[in-house]
């Protein structure tokens, strides 16, 4: 799986890699800082809340390095975390982690802004459900802002269906009435 190509696109090779703790901490933080910046920017126009109604002080930074190991979860077959890279360079990521008996989530599906219109956030969660199938989950959900239209999309054209919050969501529960849950049966 290390390293594996994921496709050519405007030829240039993008390449999935596993992402590793702690080697890749540094990156990671940098990508889901920006992931949740993008993210919380919408929501806070949209719903009137803040950085720090959602964060600790409103310090991203400071609430990753905690989460990140819960994020990128325990590894196969429980768990994938990725790092797209085109040459060498990282333009996105994404993973999946086990929910419970059965039931994993898609988590942090990132695409940066120089990478995006190249297909790359729906190879990725194709990769990640083919992913989860192979790890035997039954089940997979995942939650996202209900400012990311053009995800939500996506994620419907794959197949999930919005469903009421659950308990093992990462969302802080002042967003639960504002936020997309959804599952899809694998």
């Known amino acids: 799986m290390p390293g594996q190509r994921l496709a050519h696109r405007a030829d240039m090779t993008i390449r999935f890699r596993p992402a590793r703790l702690p080697d890749d901490a540094a990156l990671l933080i940098d990508l889901n800082a920006e992931y949740l910046e993008f993210v919380f920017s919408g929501v806070a126009a949209r719903f009137g809340v803040t950085l720090a109604d959602i964060f600790p002080g409103g310090d991203i930074r400071a609430y990753l390095p905690a989460v990140l190991p819960k994020?990128?979860?325990a590894g196969p077959p429980e768990s994938i975390f990725y790092?797209?890279?085109q040459?060498?360079?990282a333009i996105g990521m994404g993973g999946l982690r086990r929910v419970r008996d059965g039931i994993c989530e898609m988590?942090?599906?990132y695409i940066r802004d120089?990478?995006?219109g190249q297909g790359l956030g729906r190879a990725l969660?194709?990769?990640?459900?083919a992913d989860a199938r192979g790890f035997g989950y039954r089940t997979m959900f995942l939650d996202t802002a209900p400012t990311l239209?053009?995800?939500?999309a996506l994620y419907e054209r794959l197949g999930f269906a919005r469903i009421p919050h659950y308990p093992e969501?990462?969302?802080p529960a002042i967003m639960h009435p504002n936020w997309v849950f959804m599952a899809k049966d694998l």
């Not at 969660?125 to 459900?129: G, M, P, S």
């Open 71 to 73: 994020t990128l979860g």
């Open 149 to 152: 239209t053009t995800a939500i």
């Open 87 to 89: 040459q060498g360079a």
């Open 125 to 129: 969660a194709e990769r990640l459900i």
């Open 169 to 171: 969501v990462e969302v």
């Open 83 to 85: 790092i797209l890279e």
């Open 107 to 109: 988590k942090r599906v």
């Open 114 to 116: 120089a990478a995006k």
